[in-house]
């Protein structure tokens, strides 16, 4: 008879503290909570919680490696002089078009590369490649560029007396981590 009320107990306890790697299951309305979650979610799957904890940080969310593809367009005047008329540099991050520059000024919008195909922010490199060409030179720039704040909320609900409350944490509007404790 002690051993399926043992059994029973745990089996009880483990769905009153089950937290299920990215999951969690409240009790009192019978609903799983994952993560990803919006903090509407959550409080429609746990009701409202005990206690709301809102942080922001400013700090650079963000380290840039920028590679940069630079293009020298020539100008035959004669067969014994090559001037160069235009510096064209494409700035790439992630394997995207971030910018475009001609002799050192911003382009807005998109570029006919040398005559043979638009390219614009947000193109990939592939495109690029394609289209311009092999770049005669290319060099990788570090930039820090602060990111927009970071919103964290931190919704906790508190338990039964003896349990450490469940911590719902959202990072901008979605739920990142589930973790138990203050």
């Known amino acids: 008879m002690a051993k399926p009320l043992i ?15 990215d999951s969690y299951y409240c009790t009192n309305t019978q609903r799983v909570v994952s993560t990803g979650a919006t903090l ?10 005990s206690k709301v904890e809102n942080t922001e940080n400013s700090e650079p969310v963000a380290r840039k490696f920028l590679m940069q593809w630079i293009y020298l367009s020539k100008q035959n005047l004669a067969p014994w002089d090559n001037k160069i008329v235009a ?7 992630q394997d995207r078009v971030e910018s475009i520059q001609v ?21 990939l490199r592939s495109k690029v490649a ?13 930039k820090t560029i602060m990111g927009p704040k970071e919103t964290t909320t931190r919704l906790i609900y508190q338990r039964a007396a003896n349990l450490p409350p469940v911590i719902f944490e959202l990072k901008q509007g979605s739920l990142a981590e589930i973790h138990y404790g203050s």
């Open 40 to 49: 509407d979610q959550i409080i429609q799957a746990c009701g409202n919680p």
């Open 103 to 123: 002799n050192g000024k911003e382009v807005q919008g998109g570029i006919n590369c040398f005559g043979r195909g638009m390219i614009q922010p947000g193109d």
């Open 7 to 21: 059994v029973m107990s745990l089996f009880t306890m483990f769905f009153t503290l089950s937290a299920w790697g």
């Open 130 to 142: 394609l289209i311009c060409g092999k770049p005669d030179a290319h060099q990788h720039n570090r």
């Open 87 to 93: 510096d064209l540099t494409i700035s790439l991050f």
